[in-house]
């Protein structure tokens, strides 16, 4: 999700819409991962929202829900405070009734109701305005990756925005060191390994110099890239700050193509130096860019529910993630903001599965590209791979695996430690 500029939660966000003619009201959507299909609830499927456009749209899924839930995986487009759970989110509301979030976990997800970015932005505003320690910073941090251990997710690179939580009064010294202490936890608790994307995340050259100067400044361990979301438009006054980060070692990971159209993720390949594209829905209008992607197996970041509750998209078969795998172009699956979007990524994977008809071994593939794609230095992409290879070799009525693991591309890895 473009995290567009933090500001008031009344503001106007202009978005060209990608795909289709008109702008969906969208609202967040409930998968029922335990059948092969996706259950459609309410609204009725003639309505405007996502529910009631994803029945219609994926029938029956080839591949197994419980193999897809115990499938190892890794996710590379996720952001921090989107992705804090809901009882965590509570517990820090209840401490500060004077900000909108509800304290009610029952009202929690009214609160979350997303239509468009502009309401996007209001609720993930809600969130950022409650982590105002260190102690916040760590807590969530630690119940986010509690959460993603239960679904299986092995490695995630997560992207955090220091320069909210510093500008309402955290020290950066002090956000960073809650960090890195919640990764160690993290990988010694729940066997899971995070590493950190520092996201640029408003067009305010304040907010690009004080990010850069935490990450180049601190240099936390478990920091693999530099992002930015925000308004896509002007990204070429940022190049100065994406060429000191990769001379520094960091990787370049700009969201580019969801609100605006095939320039902006050009403009991310070129002056940015992007190695993966986030979102880059817009990128089908442009068949030059199709095959530059298809060519470099540049990874690009692909956010189904997202797209469609904010209105990317129409409909989930409009979805442009077909396109994309019939291009070739190096696709992974993710959830953006999956406390907002209602999601995890199971969910992701079984709509992505419905959509590109794939069976266990198509899914698992879907699973490799994130490990390709990822940052994290070669013997952990190996383990990965190995670990993922020996889950699909012992699904029932998999062929037994011939051979070694596959071996992990170099290309797409990064330094992390």
């Known amino acids: 999700m473009s995290h567009i500029g933090l500001t008031a939660a009344g503001s106007s966000v202009q978005q060209e819409p990608v795909v289709g003619t008109q702008r969906p009201q969208a609202a967040p959507i409930t998968l029922d991962v335990d059948h092969a299909r996706i259950q459609v609830t309410q609204p009725p499927p003639d309505s405007g929202s996502p529910r009631g456009r994803i029945g219609p749209t994926v029938a029956a899924v080839r591949a197994a829900p419980e193999f897809i839930r115990g499938m190892p995986k890794a996710e590379l487009h996720v952001h921090h405070l989107g992705s804090a759970p809901p009882e965590t989110l509570v517990r820090l509301a209840r401490r500060s009734p004077h900000l909108p979030l509800p304290t009610d976990p029952a ?3 009214d609160h979350f109701r997303i239509v468009d970015l502009t309401t996007f932005l209001a609720a993930y505003k809600s969130i950022v305005d409650l982590v105002r320690t260190p102690d916040d910073v760590y807590a969530v941090t630690v119940a986010i990756a509690r959460r993603m251990a239960a679904q299986n997710i092995r490695y995630a690179e997560i992207t955090v925005s220091p320069y909210s939580s510093v500008k309402r009064g955290v020290p950066a010294g002090a956000f960073v060191e809650a960090l890195e202490a919640a990764r160690s936890a993290a990988e010694r608790t729940d066997a899971i390994t995070l590493r950190w994307i520092f996201d640029i995340p408003s067009p305010e050259p304040e907010a690009a110099e004080q990010t850069l100067e935490i990450a180049l400044g601190l240099q936390p361990p478990g920091l693999v890239a530099l992002g930015l979301a925000g308004l896509e438009t002007g990204r070429r006054r940022f190049e100065p700050h994406f060429r000191r980060a990769r001379a520094s070692g960091l990787r370049s990971v700009p969201h580019a193509g969801e609100a605006l159209g095939p320039a902006s993720v050009w403009d991310a390949l070129g002056p940015l130096g992007a190695d993966r594209v986030g979102h880059a829905t817009s990128a089908v209008r442009d068949e030059r860019l199709l095959d530059h992607l298809a060519a470099r197996q540049v990874p690009v970041e692909v956010c189904l529910t997202s797209n469609l509750t904010t209105g990317v998209v ?6 442009p993630l077909r396109t994309m795998a019939e291009r070739g172009l190096l696709v992974t699956v993710n959830t953006d903001d999956p406390t907002l979007f209602a999601t995890d990524l199971s969910a992701e994977y079984l709509l992505a599965a419905g959509l590109l008809d794939l069976d266990e071994e198509g ?11 990822s940052f994290a230095p070669d013997p952990v992409r190996a383990a990965l791979a190995r670990e993922l290879d020996a889950y699909v070799a012992a699904w029932p009525g998999s062929p037994q695996a011939s051979g070694s693991a596959a071996r992990v591309e170099s290309s797409g890895g990064g330094q992390a430690p």
């Open 314 to 319: 129409r409909a989930l078969a409009d979805h």
């Open 363 to 373: 899914v698992a593939r879907l699973a490799r590209n994130a490990i390709q794609a």
């Open 107 to 109: 009202l929690l997800a």
